[in-house]
DNA sequence: GACCAGGCACATC
DNA sequence: GATGTGCATGGT
């Protein structure tokens, strides 16, 4: 039943959003900065650290490696959490370049072995880990973050109390094994995310006539 | 001014 | 293992 209930909600948004384009980045690289830098900050602004870094010659492996943290904290300042940002950044950057070289070096790795080297990375968690692995790697990954925690509990798909590996199996054991599926819904879910169902309920007027939200919501 | 944004680590119980 | 807190810019 869950499977159907996901892929309807899945045709609803695409056919009400079409698709997103996911994810916003030229290279692997560029994916993975963007995956540290938007960790609990709007894309908007994200956008404009990637642009500084891309101005300064830096938005790449090395270019970052080379960088001062204040240096790069300077860069990134746009994306808010600039100091702490900066260390983590460097700490993913550092373990790509002192062990593998470059996102291609990456290629040989199993996906589970990756998956616990990036979570071994200081200040890299589940959902950066699992945004570079799907959108900078096209690995098997669905990613969960907080707008699918909210969307998959208000609309009685799980428990609110889930942690991240309930909602992660959710969506990879009722779903089809597909990177492109998996890039497609993540990226609707944070768009309706984003406009309509937010951690206050505000959703008593929501517009969206036909979508999971208006389907199920439990609010 | 309040609230929110594509989290994470760390301290503490 | 669960809960609380700091981190910071920028848009609505």
Same mark, same amino acid.
């Given at each position: 039943m869950t499977s159907e209930q996901l892929m309807e909600m899945y045709d609803l948004m695409l056919e009400r959003f079409g698709p997103q384009g996911w994810w916003p980045g030229e290279t692997p690289f560029e994916v993975a900065v963007g995956a540290v830098l938007t960790q609990n900050t709007s894309w908007a602004n994200v956008e %404009?650290?990637?642009g !500084?870094? %891309?101005a300064a010659g830096r938005l790449s492996a090395e270019g970052i490696h080379d960088l001062e943290r204040e240096e790069l904290a300077a860069l990134i300042r746009p994306a808010g959490?600039? !100091?702490v940002k900066a260390k983590r950044l460097k700490n993913l950057v550092d373990w790509l370049v002192e062990n593998y070289g470059d996102m291609d070096g990456l290629e040989g790795l199993s996906t589970y072995q990756l998956r616990e080297e990036l979570l071994g990375v200081n200040g890299v968690g589940r959902e950066t880990a699992d945004s570079i692995l799907l959108y900078a790697l096209s690995r098997e990954i669905f990613v969960v973050d907080a707008y699918t925690g909210r969307i998959a509990s208000r609309h009685g798909l799980i428990d609110a109390e889930a942690d991240y590996e309930q909602l992660r199996g959710l969506f990879e054991s009722n779903l089809p094994t597909d990177v492109q599926l998996y890039n497609e819904y993540h990226a609707l879910l944070v768009r309706v995310g984003n406009e309509f169902c937010k951690p206050r309920p505000k959703c008593e007027r929501c517009p969206l006539v036909g979508l999971p939200h208006e389907i199920e919501c439990q609010y």
């Amino acid at each position: 039943m869950t499977s159907e209930q996901l892929m309807e909600m899945y045709d609803l948004m695409l056919e009400r959003f079409g698709p997103q384009g996911w994810w916003p980045g030229e290279t692997p690289f560029e994916v993975a900065v963007g995956a540290v830098l938007t960790q609990n900050t709007s894309w908007a602004n994200v956008e %404009k650290a990637i642009g !500084n870094l %891309k101005a300064a010659g830096r938005l790449s492996a090395e270019g970052i490696h080379d960088l001062e943290r204040e240096e790069l904290a300077a860069l990134i300042r746009p994306a808010g959490y600039f !100091n702490v940002k900066a260390k983590r950044l460097k700490n993913l950057v550092d373990w790509l370049v002192e062990n593998y070289g470059d996102m291609d070096g990456l290629e040989g790795l199993s996906t589970y072995q990756l998956r616990e080297e990036l979570l071994g990375v200081n200040g890299v968690g589940r959902e950066t880990a699992d945004s570079i692995l799907l959108y900078a790697l096209s690995r098997e990954i669905f990613v969960v973050d907080a707008y699918t925690g909210r969307i998959a509990s208000r609309h009685g798909l799980i428990d609110a109390e889930a942690d991240y590996e309930q909602l992660r199996g959710l969506f990879e054991s009722n779903l089809p094994t597909d990177v492109q599926l998996y890039n497609e819904y993540h990226a609707l879910l944070v768009r309706v995310g984003n406009e309509f169902c937010k951690p206050r309920p505000k959703c008593e007027r929501c517009p969206l006539v036909g979508l999971p939200h208006e389907i199920e919501c439990q609010y």
